[in-house]
């Protein structure tokens, strides 16, 4: 079955915001790992405004401005 929603521009413009708060949060020593996963899900979950996510603490750091709900 294909997504309904494809990835957009706006969706890439996140990730790289993103990766670049990642790069310099790594640098710090703030991130340990490494999320690409939660960069594009975060990217992705940006153009709609939210993420419904358990592991929220994964997403703060790299989207600060995201609204994230945690049942």
Known sequence: ?????????ADTQ???IAWNRYVAG???GIITRRPIADV???AFAMR???LLTRNSSDFR???PSLPILEP
Do not use: D, N, T, V
Not at 1 to 9: L, N, R, V
């Open 1 to 9: 079955m294909p997504w309904p929603e494809a990835w957009a521009s």
């Open 14 to 16: 996140a990730a790289f």
């Open 26 to 28: 790594k640098r710090q």
């Open 40 to 42: 594009l899900i975060g």
């Open 48 to 50: 709609f405004q939210g």
């Open 61 to 63: 750091q790299l989207f």
